[in-house]
């Protein structure tokens, strides 16, 4: 992690119009290809959601605004980001669940333990998020049920909250193609239009080629 010098900094003028803000955040919703995604776990017998989870963690990972958050007053960088995310029990109902980021077997074989005791009860994540709340992580759920067009996160009143937050929908074809909603929700003291939208071409880029992510 390093802190980030405002007087040189590029974001400065947004970061200090944005931050007086008591609802700095915005979400945007777009429709990905997951069709060569979806074949490739297919024919390497993956799972869904962790391998969707690792590829965004990747792909967000390489922009740096997405790595940026507000500690103490200041703007710091962390050099990697790591996922935490919401998932089904037996029980009908979501618990919380993280992953570190590691090379793609190693991340899968960890991430698939702690999810399936998640799942049978086994084992508990956090009550909520801001019992263990960890500046290098970023959120993601997902609502596989429902294709959606737009969705909004329960957020505090904190306009330093700046962690970015993930959605996805059900999938389903359409003309031949495997499609997707899926939002990113971001502070826009330290990520605006631009870098959010690299977020979303990085995203689908590796959603293209798999192969060279998951592997």
């Known amino acids: 992690?390093?802190?980030?010098?405002?007087?040189?900094?590029?974001?400065?003028?947004?970061?200090?119009?944005?931050?007086?803000?008591?609802?700095?955040?915005?979400?945007?919703?777009?429709?990905?290809?997951?069709?060569?995604?979806?074949?490739?776990?297919?024919?390497?017998?993956?799972?869904?959601?962790?391998?969707?989870?690792?590829?965004?963690?990747?792909?967000?990972?390489e922009i740096e605004e997405f790595r940026l958050r507000i500690k103490d007053?200041?703007?710091?960088?962390?050099?990697?980001?790591?996922?935490?995310?919401?998932?089904?029990?037996?029980?009908?109902?979501?618990?919380n669940c993280s992953a570190e980021m590691a090379p793609f077997p190693e991340y899968l074989k960890d991430v698939i333990s702690k999810m399936d005791a998640i799942k049978k009860g086994q084992m508990t994540g956090p009550k909520n998020y801001h019992e263990e709340t960890r500046l290098d992580q970023y959120y993601l759920t997902c609502l596989p049920w429902i294709d959606f067009t737009s969705v909004t996160h329960p957020m505090t009143d904190d306009p330093?909250?700046?962690?970015?937050?993930?959605?996805?929908?059900?999938?389903?074809?359409?003309?031949?193609?495997?499609?997707?909603?899926?939002?990113?929700?971001?502070?826009?003291?330290?990520?605006?239009?631009?870098?959010?939208?690299?977020?979303f071409l990085k995203v689908q880029e590796y959603l293209n080629h798999p192969e060279a992510i998951l592997s």
């Open 1 to 61: 992690m390093k802190v980030i010098d405002l007087e040189n900094w590029k974001g400065k003028k947004h970061y200090l119009w944005f931050r007086e803000y008591a609802h700095p955040y915005y979400c945007i919703t777009n429709k990905v290809d997951i069709t060569n995604f979806y074949r490739y776990l297919k024919a390497n017998s993956l799972p869904f959601f962790a391998s969707l989870v690792y590829l965004v963690t990747k792909a967000l990972n």
């Open 73 to 95: 007053d200041q703007v710091v960088l962390y050099e990697v980001i790591h996922p935490a995310f919401t998932m089904m029990t037996d029980e009908g109902i979501y618990d």
């Open 160 to 199: 330093k909250d700046t962690i970015p937050r993930i959605a996805w929908g059900k999938y389903y074809e359409n003309n031949g193609k495997m499609e997707m909603a899926f939002s990113i929700q971001a502070n826009h003291a330290l990520i605006d239009g631009y870098p959010l939208s690299l977020g």
